[in-house]
C-alpha cells in the first residue's frame, strides 16, 4: 500500500471518528447534550384535574425524566428500534401541543401502566401510574409508563401496531422494555431537575440585537422585564427601568404574557407573546425584530 493511501485512510479513520463523537450513545451526559446542541427540552402542557395540585409535576420531576427520556431516544444505542419508530415517538414527546393530565385518581380500568391515552394529543396518567401503596414509584417505572402512553399516542396517530395482529398492547410494551434503567437513577434525574431550572430559566438579563437589556425578576408568581439598557428604545420614549414585560411560566421553558409597545406619537399599549427560552437563547412572538431574539447576559 503506497504511504499517500495510508494517510488517506488514517485521515478517514479520524474523520469517522470525530463525526461519531457527536452520536456515539453514552459519550455524552444529557444535560452536556442539552447544553452543547441548545437543545429544547421536551414542554407539553401539564394539567391536573379537579382541584389536584399542580405542582405534582413537578414534585416527581416530570420535566426532567422527559429531558432525559428525550436524551435517550435521541442519542441512545436502542438496537432493537427501528428509526422510523424512534423518530415518530421523539415527534410525539417534542410536540408542544401534547397534553398531559394528571387525575389524582385510581385508575377504573385494570391496565399495568395507570394511564389512558384519550386521543392523538392527550395523556391522562392516575394516581397507579405514579405513585405505589402512596410513595411515588421510581423515575424508572414512571418514565416507562410514560413511554408507554407515548407509543399509545403513535396508535392513535398513526395507526400503527408494529405487529400484524392488532395487539394494542404489543407495541407499548415492547418499547417501554427497551428504556435503560442506569439512565434514570435519582441522582441523574434530580441533576437534570437542577439544570433545567437554571436552562429554562427566564430569570436574568438578556440583550437585544442594538445592545438594550431587559432584566427579568420574579415577582410573585409572574416575571416583570425592566430595561436596564435601552438603547435605541430612548427614542421611543422608554426609560431606565420601565417595565416592559411581565410573563407567567406554562411549562418547561415557555412563559406566557405580554410586551409593552411605545410609539413616537407617544401612544402605548400592550401585545400578548409567548417566550421561549433554551439555554442562552430567549425568543418571544410580540417583541419588536430587536428583542424578538435575545442572547442571555451573562454577568460575572
Ligand atoms: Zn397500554
Given at each position: 500500500?503506497?504511504?499517500k493511501r495510508?494517510d488517506?485512510i488514517?485521515?478517514?479513520?479520524?474523520l469517522?471518528?470525530?463525526?461519531?463523537?457527536k452520536?456515539?450513545?453514552?459519550?455524552?451526559?444529557a444535560i452536556d447534550w442539552y447544553?452543547t446542541f441548545?437543545?429544547?427540552?421536551?414542554?407539553p402542557n401539564m394539567q391536573?384535574e379537579m382541584?389536584?395540585?399542580?405542582?405534582?409535576?413537578?414534585?416527581?420531576?416530570?420535566?426532567a425524566?422527559?429531558?432525559?427520556?428525550n436524551?435517550e431516544?435521541?442519542?441512545?444505542?436502542?438496537?432493537?428500534?427501528?428509526?422510523d419508530?424512534r423518530?415518530?415517538?421523539l415527534?410525539?414527546?417534542?410536540?408542544?401541543?401534547?397534553v398531559?393530565?394528571y387525575t389524582g385518581k385510581?385508575?377504573?380500568v385494570?391496565?399495568?401502566?395507570?394511564?389512558?391515552?384519550?386521543?392523538?394529543?392527550t395523556?391522562?396518567f392516575?394516581?397507579?401510574g405514579?405513585f405505589?401503596?402512596?410513595?411515588?414509584m421510581s423515575?424508572?417505572?414512571?418514565?416507562?409508563?410514560i413511554?408507554?402512553e407515548?407509543?399509545?399516542?403513535d396508535?392513535?396517530?398513526?395507526?400503527y401496531?408494529?405487529?400484524?395482529?392488532?395487539?394494542k398492547?404489543w407495541?407499548?410494551?415492547e418499547?417501554e422494555?427497551?428504556?435503560?434503567?442506569?439512565?434514570?437513577t435519582?441522582?441523574?434525574?434530580?441533576n437534570?431537575?437542577?439544570?433545567?431550572?437554571k436552562?429554562?430559566?427566564l430569570?436574568?438579563?438578556w440583550?437585544?440585537?442594538d445592545g438594550?437589556?431587559?432584566?427579568?425578576?420574579?415577582?410573585g408568581?409572574e416575571?416583570?422585564g425592566?430595561?436596564?439598557?435601552?438603547?435605541?428604545?430612548?427614542?421611543y420614549?422608554?426609560k431606565?427601568?420601565?417595565?416592559?414585560?411581565?410573563a407567567?411560566r406554562?411549562t418547561e421553558g415557555?412563559y406566557?404574557?405580554?410586551?409593552?409597545?411605545?410609539?413616537?406619537?407617544g401612544k402605548?399599549?400592550?401585545?400578548?407573546m409567548?417566550i421561549t427560552v433554551?439555554?442562552?437563547?430567549?425568543?418571544?412572538?410580540?417583541s419588536?425584530?430587536c428583542s424578538?431574539n435575545?442572547?442571555r447576559?451573562?454577568t460575572?
Amino acid at each position: 500500500m503506497s504511504k499517500k493511501r495510508l494517510d488517506l485512510i488514517i485521515v478517514l479513520i479520524i474523520l469517522t471518528t470525530l463525526g461519531n463523537g457527536k452520536g456515539i450513545p453514552g459519550d455524552k451526559g444529557a444535560i452536556d447534550w442539552y447544553e452543547t446542541f441548545e437543545k429544547m427540552p421536551p414542554h407539553p402542557n401539564m394539567q391536573v384535574e379537579m382541584s389536584r395540585d399542580s405542582e405534582i409535576f413537578t414534585e416527581l420531576n416530570i420535566p426532567a425524566i422527559l429531558a432525559i427520556l428525550n436524551h435517550e431516544l435521541s442519542e441512545g444505542n436502542w438496537q432493537e428500534l427501528q428509526s422510523d419508530d424512534r423518530k415518530r415517538i421523539l415527534d410525539i414527546l417534542n410536540d408542544p401541543n401534547l397534553v398531559f393530565i394528571y387525575t389524582g385518581k385510581q385508575s377504573v380500568v385494570a391496565h399495568s401502566s395507570g394511564a389512558q391515552t384519550i386521543d392523538k394529543i392527550t395523556v391522562k396518567f392516575n394516581q397507579d401510574g405514579w405513585f405505589h401503596l402512596g410513595s411515588p414509584m421510581s423515575y424508572h417505572r414512571i418514565a416507562k409508563h410514560i413511554l408507554h402512553e407515548l407509543a399509545h399516542v403513535d396508535q392513535e396517530r398513526n395507526n400503527y401496531f408494529g405487529r400484524p395482529l392488532n395487539t394494542k398492547e404489543w407495541w407499548p410494551d415492547e418499547l417501554e422494555n427497551m428504556l435503560p434503567e442506569e439512565k434514570f437513577t435519582a441522582e441523574q434525574v434530580t441533576n437534570m431537575a437542577d439544570f433545567l431550572s437554571k436552562y429554562s430559566n427566564l430569570q436574568g438579563s438578556w440583550i437585544g440585537c442594538d445592545g438594550r437589556v431587559v432584566e427579568f425578576k420574579l415577582e410573585g408568581s409572574e416575571y416583570v422585564g425592566r430595561y436596564t439598557s435601552l438603547a435605541n428604545l430612548g427614542d421611543y420614549g422608554f426609560k431606565l427601568n420601565e417595565v416592559g414585560y411581565s410573563a407567567t411560566r406554562t411549562t418547561e421553558g415557555t412563559y406566557k404574557g405580554k410586551v409593552k409597545w411605545r410609539y413616537t406619537s407617544g401612544k402605548q399599549h400592550w401585545v400578548n407573546m409567548t417566550i421561549t427560552v433554551t439555554g442562552d437563547s430567549y425568543s418571544d412572538t410580540g417583541s419588536d425584530h430587536c428583542s424578538r431574539n435575545m442572547t442571555r447576559k451573562i454577568t460575572d
